[in-house]
């Protein structure tokens, strides 16, 4: 008998009671090891995420989780070797698992990324500025992201055993959430091996990844308020688990991501011998392949114009002729079996319910092989070849049947209504693609599946070389789709955080705003210094530090000088006669950039010192003209401290206002610089 998989749970590993259902290898049938979760204590696991990882987790700013999984992309990187050694067992080729363990690893380094440049080296993230609530300046509000005490849960498919975990896991882990993971048992021989390295590596927080190997019975059960699911796999299971008393009257919230009938979308002004023509065939191939076909974003329903059904019938027979089937172990092979017999026999039912309306065109319409395998016992292994079917008038069944393995269908439009309105008949999709180079084709295209997909690629010869192709997800981009896909949301770069996180809205007076954000409101107290501010080390620096600057009297040699300096003559700085005409200014005024400079020029201080760097400038606006003869002074004020991890500096955004010899603000702007985190004394003098 072959290995148990154990379950990492309550700090420690599980072997069930009992022998466990067997795992076969999807190429020569070959048990692999087995699954059971029986006399698991799901609550307990469920508990200890909260009591233990949560906690522990929570107590670590954005930047420091950041670090944690870029040190576990690291690490899974080096051991690698072994998840690419499993993955064959699945069916997976070489091309299909770097999809699957690289893909996972690199979204780890993108969210780990993404923690550090666009998420604070805090707690909590600010959503938007504030909002001023009454007219003396008393009380106001700001929206906040805080974590939420609870558990995120992810139910994964069987086809993508280390990415869909790893996907789930970094913007969980980003906002504060620990994860359990609920492999698909088909696969989880994979997830179990990956989960096992970062877990002897020490990385992470003990309780802030568990692992459940086995059936999920009294899970959700285990759940309340605080806590989240992540499930992809089938719109029945969905179905199921959308009717759980917890998710309906519990508060658990759910996101699915279930059946798609993707599609590619062939654009009317392609012809067979433009490079568009290749690059359409060579993607519904590519995605009818890959994984053998067992993506949920494969391509499904070929859309094409009329006239063009035979050539890209032909064309796809030409390059599937040349695919290889069988065992992955054989280099030769580019594409292996589907995961089990189980799911060949499911792929071969909706074929037949396909050929209700539609005629196979290429492949053996019994599912068979075709071609002798490249290894692989074709008895006990779960070999399919590659299938193309074309819809007959009217036919329904491609936009409501999912083959979820090499198998995709043809059908034609008249026009590009038609062509949108059949794309629409999937009910919602998670991905689609326009093939086109023809801009008002993909506008109207793109327009019109938009509402319908969560995603749309656009290709043409100019985007080709670059394009990461219709069927990945990637860790910037939104992953999900409406309706029949599920409607609901991963990845998505920082918005896949914040989905995690709970959004509030803050009411309170300037001051204890500005103590529960970490950042400076205005109203609040400002701290008069003797220091310059720009004197002062990160550690010195305190939100509410200001600096008020002298005055400066801007003139017409001035405003001339910028002008000829910099090459900016508009009519409003340099033509008395023209801009005394401009209903917004009547007469000559400073350039606004020329304002910001003087302002720059009235609160630098001009010794070296802690300020290292100014790195831009956000929000700038130009408020009121300053004409020649007003004079101006600014006020500087700290409006937010980032330390920067692993950095002997940070940053620091202070609030400007220049305002004119009346008091009435000419322009405010954040201004953004690295300070550095200590400053000796000595150090100034050289």
């Known amino acids: 008998m072959s ?8 700090g420690r590993w599980f072997r069930a009671a009992g022998g466990g259902d067997p795992l076969l290898d999807a190429a020569t049938g070959e048990e692999v090891a087995r699954v059971s979760a029986q006399g698991l204590d799901v609550p307990a696991m469920v508990r200890h995420a909260r009591e233990t990882g949560g906690p522990a987790l929570r107590s670590l700013t954005f930047h420091e989780r950041a670090a944690l999984l870029k040190a576990l992309a690291k690490h899974l990187t080096a051991g690698k ?3 690419y050694a499993l993955s ?6 070489a091309r299909d698992t770097a999809v699957d363990v690289d893909g996972g690893i690199g979204t780890l380094f993108s969210y780990a990324s993404k923690g550090v440049r666009e998420l604070p080296n805090d707690t909590i993230v600010l959503d938007g500025g504030p909002e001023r609530l009454g007219k003396g300046g008393t009380f106001a509000g700001q929206h906040v992201y805080t974590s939420r ?25 980003l906002a504060g959430l620990p994860t359990i993971v609920k492999p698909a048992s088909q696969t989880a021989y994979v997830t179990a091996a990956a989960v096992r390295q970062i877990i002897e590596s020490g990385i992470l927080p003990e309780g802030t990844l568990q692992l459940l190997a086995g059936g999920a019975g009294g899970l959700l059960d285990a759940l309340t308020v605080q806590d989240s699911v992540a499930f992809t796999g089938s719109a029945h299971t969905a179905g199921i688990l959308r009717r759980h008393p917890n998710v309906l009257d519990g508060g658990v919230v759910l996101g699915v991501e279930a059946d798609s009938l993707n599609c590619s979308v062939l654009g009317p002004d392609v012809r067979p011998d433009d490079p568009e023509f290749d690059l359409f065939v060579k993607g519904v191939v590519t995605e009818m392949t890959v994984k053998a076909g067992q993506k949920c974003t494969a391509i499904r329903r070929v859309l094409v114009p009329e006239a063009m059904a035979g050539p890209v019938t032909d064309a796809l027979a030409d390059r599937l002729a040349k695919v290889t089937v069988g065992d992955p172990r054989n280099q030769d092979v580019r594409m292996g079996p589907l995961a089990s017999l189980g799911q060949r026999d499911e792929v071969r039912k909706a074929v037949e319910a396909l050929r209700a309306s539609a005629d196979v065109v290429i492949g053996d319409p019994a599912g068979g092989t075709g071609a002798a395998l490249l290894d ?26 999912e083959p979820f393995g090499p198998v995709s269908t043809v059908l034609t439009y008249g026009g590009l209504d038609e062509a949108v309105a059949l794309a629409a008949r999937g009910k919602g999709s998670l991905v689609a693609s326009v093939v086109t180079h023809d801009p008002d084709v993909a506008r109207s295209v793109v327009l019109g599946l938009a509402p319908w997909h969560g995603r749309v690629l656009v290709l043409d010869r100019d985007d080709a070389e670059e394009s990461t192709g219709h069927g990945s997800p990637l860790p910037v981009l939104v992953h999900g789709g409406p309706g029949r896909a599920g409607g609901g949301e991963e990845l998505g770069g920082v918005r896949g ?11 309170a007076s300037p001051d204890l705003l500005t103590a529960v954000t970490g950042r400076w409101t205005a109203g609040a107290a400002r701290t008069g210094t003797d220091v310059h501010p720009f004197r002062k080390s990160l550690a010195e620096l305190r939100i509410g530090d200001t600096i008020a600057s002298a005055k400066r009297t801007v003139t017409l040699d001035d405003i001339g000088h910028f002008a000829e300096f910099t090459g900016d003559t508009f009519y409003a700085h340099t033509d008395p006669e023209a801009a005394a005409r401009n209903p917004l200014f009547g007469g000559i005024v400073a350039h606004g ?42 006020t500087l004020t700290v409006k937010q401290i980032t330390p920067r991890g692993g950095a002997d500096y940070g940053e620091v955004r202070w609030d400007a206002v220049v305002a004119n010899q009346e008091g009435a603000a000419v322009a405010t702007y954040d201004v953004l610089t690295l300070v550095a985190k200590t400053w000796p004394a000595e150090s100034t003098e050289t």
């Open 88 to 93: 064959t067992r699945t069916g997976a080729t």
């Open 149 to 173: 005490p609870g558990v995120a849960v992810q139910i994964n498919a069987f086809n993508f055993p280390v990415w869909g975990m790893l996907e789930k896991l970094a913007p969980a882990f």
């Open 593 to 634: 950039y020329l304002v910001v400079s003087l302002a720059a020029g009235l609160f630098v201080d001009p010794a070296p010192g802690p300020v290292l760097a100014n790195f831009g400038v956000d929000a700038l606006r130009f408020l009121t003209p300053v004409k020649a003869g007003d004079t101006i002074d600014v």
């Open 497 to 507: 955080v914040l989905r995690h996180m709970q959004r509030t809205a803050v009411q």
């Open 376 to 401: 692989g016992d074709a008895e006990r292994g779960a070999f399919m070849a590659p299938l193309v079917l074309r819809a007959r008038p009217g036919a329904a069944e491609p936009h409501d049947v």
């Open 81 to 83: 070797d072994e998840l």
């Open 3 to 10: 290995e148990l998989l154990e379950s990492y749970a309550a």
